[in-house]
Structure formats: structure tokens, C-alpha cells
């Protein structure tokens, strides 16, 4: 088991800046592959990162691409999400999740974080 907890989200203007983390433990942190998804009110969950194993492989959803960067430290057993230039419509509920296998932009992920609510102003 992976148990993952997200911290960071909050309220923020348009244009501004936030800083996800998202804490894993219970098993070897470097063996899984890392992922952010987020889910607006109403709307399906969708993809919107993921960073393999040590990092050497990033991709990232179209939408949120030169905005948003993904990043990891495996000393730590942390994964973030750098959010910049945040816009109404990147209001959701953000969640980090684990796999083992690296398949960009895949929604099944094995453990999932409770998520941080990220509300953007316009």
C-alpha cells in the first residue's frame, strides 16, 4: 500500500501562483511513478501531469503546458506541482496518485491522495 496526502491548494487570483505537495508513504517511494489529475464540479477527472520514477520523463496535459511543472524529490517522498499563471478554470479538486508502470496521460493510477481544493478568482 501507498498512502498519499496532498497539501497546498487554496484560494488564489487569477495570474497568481501555488505550490502542491503531495507526501507518499508506506512502500519504496522511487519505484512508483507519480501523477497529478484534477476534477472541476460537475466535469470527469482529467489528467494534468506526471513525473516517472526519478524523474528522467515529464508529461504534461496541453492545457495546463508552460503554466504548471511537476517535480519530485525521492528523498523526501514528495512530489509537487508548481502552478503558475493559474486561471478560473484551473478551479478543481487536485489529486496525486501512484503507479508502477510509466503510461503518460493514463487514468488508472493504483493509490490516489484525498485531493486539495485549488479555487481560482477571476
Known amino acids: 500500500q501507498v498512502q498519499l496526502v496532498e497539501s497546498g491548494g487554496g484560494l488564489v487570483q487569477a495570474g497568481g501562483s501555488l505550490r502542491l505537495s503531495c507526501a507518499a508513504s508506506?512502500?519504496?517511494?522511487?519505484?512508483?511513478?507519480m501523477g497529478w489529475f484534477r476534477q472541476a464540479s460537475g466535469k470527469e477527472r482529467e489528467f494534468v501531469a506526471t513525473?516517472?520514477?526519478?524523474?528522467?520523463?515529464?508529461y504534461y496535459a496541453d492545457s495546463v503546458k508552460g503554466r504548471f511543472t511537476i517535480s519530485r524529490d525521492n528523498a523526501k517522498n514528495t512530489v509537487y506541482l508548481q502552478m503558475n499563471s493559474l486561471k478560473p478554470e484551473d478551479t478543481a479538486v487536485y489529486y496525486c496518485?501512484?503507479?508502477?508502470?510509466?503510461?503518460?496521460?493514463?487514468?488508472?493510477?493504483?493509490?490516489w491522495g484525498q485531493g486539495t481544493q485549488v479555487t481560482v478568482s477571476s
Open positions: 496518485a501512484a503507479r508502477r508502470f510509466w503510461t503518460p496521460g493514463d487514468l488508472k493510477y493504483d493509490y
Open positions: 508506506g512502500r519504496t517511494f522511487n519505484n512508483y511513478v
Open positions: 513525473i516517472s520514477w526519478s524523474g528522467e520523463f515529464i
